[in-house]
């Protein structure tokens, strides 16, 4: 079911966020030229472990948010683009964790609420963004009279298409001035938190990157209202709940590493099956840690613990 | 526990949050005569209204080292 999922999915992105891409990077490209490369951020030596805070509900059911802001964590602080606000509402704010990057990838409108905040314009300077060449335009040029240091990316989708897809298309288009060497592309995996681990472990190379707000499974105690709906996002499909479809689509889980059971939907399928695959297939020396105290993201090469456990070692 | 909800016969959904999931954790559903497993155009209309309003699709590659990004494109 998963690989049809994928199929799916392939076929209704580029279908609804083709012409989005194309417009998005045409309105990005001469920011683009002019700003700096997401390469940029690579710091010189491996550095120390990171942290990818998400939007997803366990931040707040485990408290994470005030747990990382009381603690005395030196490492980098990734905030996905939905996460920062609250992030820095919470009290992690760049003065006290000079490592704070924001990452975001996404083309649709409607982002720009992000990063539209006193919280944002007042740290702003000491933020470092990652923005896909895709993103949307009008997000970015929030963020950027924030004061956000933007720096670029490829989301890659289409690179495997040949000189003739929009990623090689536009990677040729940023190299034509200033960007000589082009910048990163990055597998999102689907989505922006997936993108931030890749950014983690690739670009500030950090060898251990534990994930917050991310765990791509709903609760078993959340409605079926919301489940069915993804976090009330569609209005819930009309199915029998007795059927093997519907089974397939909205599988229990049980997560043996934090004793809980956790329900999936075809959303967090897709994203999960694919972070997990990503994961088992790093480097050597990256551990992922799963520190969300739930979800599905358990598996070969990933450590689960709790967030408190994790900022006591690390 | 929260959970289940109920179909109208409009097929507009309705919140029931006071009742409890039974004891295998299943929904309720108003089930329609003509109702049928789900089938491959259900599924995409239900990826494109949950899946399709942003984020990215998972990029691919014969490659597969590639698939882990490239460091300058």
Known sequence: MTDEIEQVMQKVYYEKLYDNWVSNFALNLKNIWEEDSGNELIPKNISKASIVIGKGPSIKEHNHLELLA?????GNII?????LI???????????FPNFYVVCIEARQGLKKYFDDDLVRKFGKEIKGIFSVVADPEAI????????????MHALFDYEEGKKSFNQISAM????????????GLQTGGNVGTTSWFFGWRILKSEVVALIGINHGWNENDSWEIITS????VEPPKLDHNSSSFKKLFPKIYNPEFNCNCILDPIFLYYSKALKEFISRTPQNITTINATEGG??????IHCMKFSTFLEKY | MK????????????SNLDSKLDENNKLIFKKNDDEKEISAEEFEDFIVKSGAAGSFMIFRSEKKETEMGIDEL
């Open chain 1, 70 to 74: 009381k603690s005395e964590f030196k």
């Open chain 1, 79 to 83: 905030c996905c683009d939905g996460a």
């Open chain 1, 86 to 96: 609250s992030a820095l509402k919470s009290g992690i704010t760049p003065e006290k």
């Open chain 1, 141 to 152: 040029d929030i963020a950027r009279k924030a004061g956000i240091q933007i720096h670029w």
């Open chain 1, 173 to 184: 288009m940023v190299r034509a001035k200033n960007h000589n060497n082009g910048l990163p």
């Open chain 1, 230 to 233: 993804h976090g009330f996002e």
């Open chain 1, 296 to 301: 599905v993201i358990f598996g070969e090469k």
């Open chain 2, 3 to 14: 959970g289940n909800f109920k179909i109208k016969d409009d097929g507009k959904t309705i």
